[in-house]
């Protein structure tokens, strides 16, 4: 903040003309013109001038702008689980990975290869691990589709 000396200027919020020696708030604006109409930064500056009460109140303007506007994370939401709790439920999500795995192995060898009890065995292990993931969020959706 500093006060205008020599010639009059013009606020920026108001649009009304600052006197000499008023107190001022000074800014400079680089940008720079690519042609396609959209600007960047660097090349041409332009100096604004406000009067402070104008200065304060573009501020607060802006402020409850962005209080009133929420900005929408992408991608997943957070989960609400504790950290232990998420540990414990990724490890659960392993080993039916893993259990998936071993079921996809055994049924895509030769049908005269194949350990049938194996199988039967792999999937009572899924149901088991359906059943011990209630506890940690209940089950995910994609697992009542296989």
Known sequence: MSKIFGKSATCAYCKKPIETLDY???GKL??????TGEVEARRWSIKLCWHVECWVEQGRTAADKAAGHRI???GRPKSKLAEKDQAERLAI?????????????ETERPFEEQDFNKVVH???MLEKLAVEIKA???????WMME
Request: proline letters at 3%.
């Open 93 to 105: 999500i392993r080993r039916r990975a893993s259990v998936i795995q071993r079921i996809r192995r």
């Open 136 to 142: 940690y969020g209940g089950v995910p959706e994609s």
């Open 30 to 35: 680089w940008k720079k013109f690519t042609g």
């Open 122 to 124: 792999l999937g009572e």
């Open 24 to 26: 001022v708030v000074r």
């Open 72 to 74: 929408e994370a992408r």
